[in-house]
């Protein structure tokens, strides 16, 4: 039996779902009768090509607009696909992400290479809409579809010495074209303190709106950390590391007096170059202002506990 | 090829170079109003502008240039138009930034410009363009003389700090503004071998 997967660049920005009637069919779909055909049609798919429709919503999804899909797939920082914001878009058409493993490493009593699909369990993916804020000062809001990065982590058991955790991006210039210019040191390597990554927020995203990621959002796992700026959220996982220390980012490595370890979205803490004061809402119409950026990117209340006494503006 | 007359030029050369000048202005025009300017307009907008300002900068610096180089010297009687471009797409750049980025918020602006490098050196190649397009009549020519020659000068200092500027708006990719920098040493050495040449000849 063949199935066509439409890929994201054939859908008409008329066929995109308002929030509103998908979270309605999300409800209809979680009330419908589940079709036993259907759910082992859908067990034939590889991990991604697949797609959710009974998720439950997360009590952290957030009620601000979505973006559109074609918002979300064609404006991208990915530069393991090109520089250009739809350069990903462009050029990630042919990568193909299946089969997908992770190794984990380090400080921890059960590392090992696991599939992708090792981590994909019925009962564990929900929906959630997170916002997304990147540092060159605009925003969108994302309905991921994924799950909590703490539970994952707990199941490889980090010992007391795992201070950190490390997250590094596939190396191949072959599937990667971006990779082939030295614009940043390859491989994208990012980085969380053990209680940030233990966090109620940080997600494994592997899907968005409803299927599986497309290839330019960071298939086919990917990183999700809502309070801090959109280059902590890491595309494309290989690799998970338990660490004493902490790790060196790319970004930091490239920019060290601009972009930290840390980098907690605060409007309080400019970014040298430009002002982090407001933010571009990408999908509003352009003669609007910007609004103004909040702490945390409105996270405030899971993960400013996480910060006390910490001098904001020394650890940017 | 023959030298067009005094007349041709400005009846139809002038008047076709002029419409060929606003064509990436109007192309942003209709790409806005087709809602055509990408999933962040404002800055594809502020890029565009910015761009093309640079681009008559260079264009106009390569007048000399193309004029010795293809014996065709009726061709500096186009440059003022070309220098007055640069500044409308300047303006168009900066009044993006005042307008859409920043909302008239004066007290902003009056803090970044100072306090942002990146903002200061955009703000002073846009001020230093200003005596450049008050200067520009026949007539200020005329009466400035040498002191014109002296304050045009300031076009070889502008598009080095406009590609600095450039530069320092991107995180991590500088092909681009590294691309217009060598095109801008290409024309200043053209212009170096010229003057060689000059001066062996006396």
């Excluded at chain 1, 690799?239 to 370890?261: A, D, H, V």
């Excluded at chain 2, 007359?5 to 064509?23: D, E, Y």
Aim: glycine letters at 4%; a positive charge.
């Amino acid at each position: 039996m063949s199935v066509i997967i439409q890929k994201p660049s054939n859908i008409k920005t008329s066929e995109i779902t308002p929030k509103s009637v998908y979270l309605d069919r999300r409800k209809f779909m979680q009330q419908a009768i589940a079709s036993s055909l259907l759910l082992s049609v859908d067990a034939m798919l590889p991990a991604w090509a697949k797609k959710w429709p009974n998720l439950k919503q997360s009590t952290y999804s957030t009620d601000d607009t979505v973006n559109s899909f074609e918002d979300i797939t064609t404006y991208n920082n990915f530069y393991e696909f090109g520089t250009g914001k739809t350069d990903p878009h462009k050029n990630a058409k042919d990568f193909n992400p299946h089969p997908w493993s992770i190794t984990v490493e380090g400080e921890c009593a059960k590392p090992g290479t696991f599939n992708l699909e090792d981590f994909i369990k019925p009962g564990v993916l929900e929906d959630r809409i997170y916002r997304l804020r990147c540092v060159e000062g605009w925003s969108m809001v994302i309905p991921w579809v994924g799950f909590s990065l703490a539970d994952m982590l707990k199941k490889f058991e980090p010992t007391s010495k795992a201070k950190y955790v490390e997250f590094t991006t596939l190396l191949d210039k072959s599937r990667m074209p971006g990779q082939q210019r030295r614009v940043l040191n390859w491989p994208y390597v990012e980085g969380l303190r053990i209680d940030e990554a233990m966090n109620e927020l940080p997600i494994m995203a592997v899907g968005l709106y409803g299927e599986a990621l497309p290839n330019q959002n960071g298939a086919p796992i990917r990183l999700v950390v809502p309070w801090k700026y959109g280059f902590k959220s890491i595309k494309s996982i290989v690799k998970i590391r338990f660490t004493e220390t902490q790790p060196q980012t790319t970004w930091n490595l490239t920019g060290p007096s601009e972009y930290g370890f840390y980098s907690n979205v605060n409007p309080e803490v400019d970014h040298p170059r430009w002002s982090q004061k407001k933010e571009r809402i990408i999908g509003r119409p352009f003669w609007e202002p910007k609004r103004d950026t909040q702490m945390f990117n409105g996270y405030a209340e899971q993960v400013a506990h996480l910060y006390n006494g910490m001098d904001l503006k020394k650890y940017f | 090829m023959q030298n067009p007359s005094n007349k041709q030029i400005s009846f139809i050369v002038k008047p076709a170079l002029f419409i060929l000048c606003l064509v990436p202005f109007a192309l942003l025009v209709l790409d806005a109003v087709n809602n055509n300017l990408g999933t962040n307009p404002v800055e594809t907008l502020t890029h565009e502008t910015g761009e093309w300002a640079l681009r008559f900068l260079l264009i106009t610096l390569a007048v000399t240039p193309v004029r010795r180089l293809m014996s065709a010297p009726w061709l500096i009687k186009l440059r003022r138009m070309l220098g007055l471009f640069v500044f409308f797409y300047a303006l168009l750049h900066f009044t993006t930034y005042i307008w859409l980025d920043q909302f008239f918020d004066w007290q902003e602006i009056l803090l970044d410009i100072p306090k942002r490098p990146f903002i200061t050196i955009g703000f002073v190649s846009f001020v230093l363009l200003v005596p450049l397009v008050i200067t520009s009549t026949s007539a200020m020519q005329r009466r400035l003389k040498k002191k014109w020659i002296t304050i045009h000068k300031l076009v070889y200092v502008i598009p080095v700090l406009v590609v600095i500027h450039f530069i320092w708006s991107l995180k991590a990719d500088y092909s681009e503004p590294i691309v217009y920098a060598l095109i801008f040493s290409g024309l200043m050495l053209v212009r170096v071998y010229y003057s060689r040449k000059k001066a062996s000849k006396v």
